[in-house]
């Protein structure tokens, strides 16, 4: 056998199934692609090639995939999507770790736009429901902000990781069309900004806000969130902590009448 021959029997393939959408009210379908294989493929470099080449597997051209993607270093927290059907980062999926056929979709817990594009707005709207900023007064130098324990600052540098990705929000079973939940992140924002000496005069309001509708009592500590966050952010151990601080606060506001 020559060489090209060889090669030619060689040449791997890699097959996609992608859940499509082509507008907000649309029905779902699916849609086959096969790209040629080739070492460290991510499912966004897959995708990346299929938008410059839409063909899909029957050789018809097509309409190219849409989804959003930014930094492609699993920071930005765009390209969030469920593969193989797992909720997780579209960048830092390598094709080597799937089965194949490897299935794509859209994380159906939000509005789904087109494709892979969703609408994340609800998890907007949460941060500004427990206004998870911390409200500081002009742009002029401040001086040095408070000191803080070491041991603190690194609990609020793991909350801070979040970025809001959504992707908890499609692995929480309490999230869906029949509860207003709002999903575990914005427990682990409430922490981390009630937490901070600054943040902190802003602690009553937003853990009001947190015990609210939507709020803690509709979680059920499936731990889902914790297992799926691609950033490691420790969400089950903020649920426990605010848990605590929301009994405390509706006690101090029941003595307090």
Not at 199 to 215: C, F, H, V, Y
Request: aromatic share 6%.
């Amino acid at each position: 056998m020559s060489e090209q021959t060889a090669t030619a029997v060689e040449k791997k393939t890699v097959r996609f199934i992608i859940t499509r959408q082509d507008s907000p009210d649309s029905e779902p379908y699916e849609e086959e692609f096969e790209l040629e294989y080739r070492p460290n493929m991510t499912i966004n470099s897959s995708l990346m090639e299929i938008q410059r080449t839409p063909y899909n597997a029957k050789g018809e051209k097509v309409a190219p995939v849409a989804w959003e993607s930014n930094c492609l270093e699993e920071v930005c927290g765009a390209c969030s999507m469920v593969i193989n059907g797992t909720p997780r980062q579209a960048c830092s999926t390598l094709v080597d770790s799937l089965e194949q056929p490897i299935r794509i979709q859209p994380m159906d817990t939000f509005p789904v736009l087109r494709d892979m594009v969703i609408d994340r707005n609800r998890m907007f709207d949460a941060l500004k429901r427990v206004k998870a900023w911390i409200p500081i007064d002009g742009t002029y130098d401040l001086g040095p902000g408070p000191r803080m324990p070491e041991v603190e600052r690194q609990w609020r540098y793991e909350l801070s990781k979040c970025m809001t990705c959504g992707v908890c929000l499609q692995a929480c079973p309490n999230v869906n069309d029949r509860s207003n939940f709002m999903g575990p992140f914005i427990i682990g924002q409430v922490d981390l900004f009630n937490s901070h000496p600054t943040g902190e005069m802003n602690k009553e309001e937003r853990t009001d806000a947190l015990i609210g509708e939507g709020g803690l009592q509709e979680c059920g500590n499936s731990q889902n969130c914790v297992q799926a966050c691609p950033k490691g952010v420790p969400l089950t151990t903020a649920i426990a902590r605010m848990n605590r601080e929301g009994t405390k606060h509706m006690f101090r506001k029941w003595l307090s009448r």
